[in-house]
């Protein structure tokens, strides 16, 4: 089967062959990211234009080094000194960067579904989600179900527990879908006010005890409380979340021997996760930082057309 897809905005256009070809072929982008030399010239002669509207680290970086180790020319744009604090639509600004040669574009916004106003409004970029607002993040899927299977192999039958601010997460959504496509089973914990209303509907069991919820699974996905988007009085304290969802080893030795502890970043320590787990031997979390290079590679080779990597 062939790779069709030129632009991703969210991972529920991706069928099970789809996410096993990124997968193969993220395999040999790590296995390029391990040379003394890691550049190679699979998209020499595009230009990538990474827009950010909010701040990243993880992402932003790790986009940026997929673009530069293929060889792609790189522009990093930001809101802060650029015409938009003039009163420049975002229509007009992609526009102009599409009419200075732009192949494509990553977008990170806060507002959900401007990845899919830009597909709309640009003629010739493609267009990839980097996270927009609490709907999708498709790119930190693919990097969690790369990590997932490289360590645990085929995910079919695969348990995984998802414990944290459900409500407020943007890589909760693409997960969910992503890992369900790959055959597992998933299972969702943490305050009920922090849940989303339509639970059932995202296919997922929710189970309010962390420690029942984690018994069993594979895999263990700490998820960050983001204050930055949720009202105050969701959660009494971090003191409180920590002692009831917070991972501790004695939460980790629940879940099956070597279960993988897992969390997309930037970790607030001592809230959703102790360092004694974060820093643990079953913690793939550098892992994870690392497979973001590699499946973005990937995506971006594959969507782009590149050459021989």
Known sequence: ????????????????????????QAVHMEDLMDRPVKKVPALRGKLIINLFFEPSTRTRVSFELAEK?????VVNWAASGSSTSKGETLRDTVWTLEAMGADAVVIRHAMPGVPW????????????????????????????????????GA??????????????????????????????SLVCSGPRTLMPKDM??????????????VEGADAIYLLRIQMERQMAGLFPSEDEYNRLWGADEELVRRARPGALVMHPGPINRGVEIGSRVADGPQSVILNQV??????????LYLCMGGSEA
Request: charged letters at 25%; a negative charge.
């Open 1 to 24: 089967m062939a790779w069709t897809h030129r632009n991703l905005l969210d991972v529920d256009v991706l069928t099970r062959e789809d996410l096993e070809i990124l997968l193969e």
């Open 69 to 73: 180790f293929l060889g792609a020319d």
């Open 117 to 152: 106003y830009l597909r709309e409004k640009l003629q010739r970029a493609a267009v990839f989600n980097a996270g927009d607002g609490a709907h999708a993040h498709p790119t930190q899927a693919l990097l969690d179900v790369y990590t997932a299977w490289r360590h645990l």
């Open 155 to 184: 995910l079919d039958g695969k348990r995984i527990a998802i414990v944290g601010d459900i409500l407020h997460s943007r890589v909760t959504r693409s997960d969910i879908m992503a890992f369900r496509t790959m055959g597992a």
């Open 200 to 213: 059932g509907a995202l296919g997922v069991d929710y189970e309010p005890d962390a420690r029942v919820a």
């Open 290 to 299: 690392k497979s973001g290079v590699a499946t973005r590679m990937a995506l």
